[in-house]
């Protein structure tokens, strides 16, 4: 079983159109989360952390689920540029010192006109 | 702006030798970096973690002797890959991360490096 699993999808989604994405992770002493977002043959960058209980960021919601161990990403209306491929990440250190982060497959977002 | 630089950003060389990719943390000291691997369609894979003044710690499986790892100062990280095949060809990604920025230390990740071996 992958430490990290995410569908790689794609999802094609007509702008304006929620989408959620869903993560699931095997090490039940993991202790912090991110979403990031990788543009095609570019670096990912941090969308947003993932807390405890659940956080907004604009259109961007993030929630965590120890019990069942998953993460959400829920994307409102949704925008031409949030195509891209976005990677839920894991870490078993609460501060992610150790930089030694799980990062999953990712699950590529499409948003049509 | 970008606050770790990769340079090359695209290398492309012959079986056999050998090819060197710079990170550099611009505008902070990282004691620490990591360099990651990523195959098209693939999640980014921790190589090892570099270490500045001493060794870099490698993740099982990544062989030493073929991706050597020199961080020499507190700004620069460089990973060589040593007699390449066209097995290793890849995106390589350094990352670095800067308690100045992000009170957390948010890891900021280079360009990337893609590499393609003939």
């Known amino acids: 079983r992958k430490e990290v699993e995410q569908d790689p999808g794609p999802f094609n989604v007509p702008e304006g159109a929620t989408v959620a994405f869903n993560c699931t992770y095997s090490?039940?002493?993991?202790?912090?989360f991110f979403w990031y977002r990788q543009d095609c043959r570019k670096e990912p960058k941090l969308l947003m952390s993932?807390?405890?209980s659940g956080n907004e960021d604009g259109r961007f919601t993030a929630q965590l689920n120890r019990a069942s161990q998953y993460i959400s990403l829920l994307i409102r209306d949704s925008k031409l540029s949030d195509s891209a491929t976005y990677l839920c990440?894991?870490?078993?250190?609460?501060?992610?010192?150790?930089?030694?982060?799980?990062f999953g497959q990712g699950t590529t977002l499409q948003v049509k006109p | 702006g970008a606050v770790v630089s990769q340079h090359p950003s695209r290398v492309i060389c012959k079986s056999g030798t050998s090819v060197k990719i710079e990170c550099r943390s611009l505008?902070?000291?990282?004691?620490?970096m990591f360099w990651y691997r990523q195959f098209p369609k693939k999640s980014l894979m921790l190589m090892a973690t570099?270490?500045?003044?001493?060794?870099?710690?490698?993740e099982q499986g990544v062989e030493k002797d073929k991706f050597l790892i020199n961080h020499a100062s507190l700004t620069l990280s460089t990973l060589t890959v040593t007699s390449a095949h066209p097995e290793d060809s890849s995106f390589y990604i350094c990352?670095?991360?800067?308690?100045?920025?992000?009170?957390?230390?948010?890891?900021?990740f280079g360009e990337g490096s893609r590499l393609t071996v003939l």
């Open positions: 990352s670095a991360r800067d308690f100045k920025r992000g009170g957390s230390g948010e890891l900021f």
């Open positions: 090490n039940s002493a993991s202790q912090s």
């Open positions: 993932v807390y405890s």
């Open positions: 990440v894991v870490n078993m250190r609460a501060s992610s010192n150790t930089g030694k982060l799980i």
């Open positions: 505008d902070f000291q990282a004691t620490t």
């Open positions: 570099s270490n500045e003044g001493s060794k870099a710690t490698y």
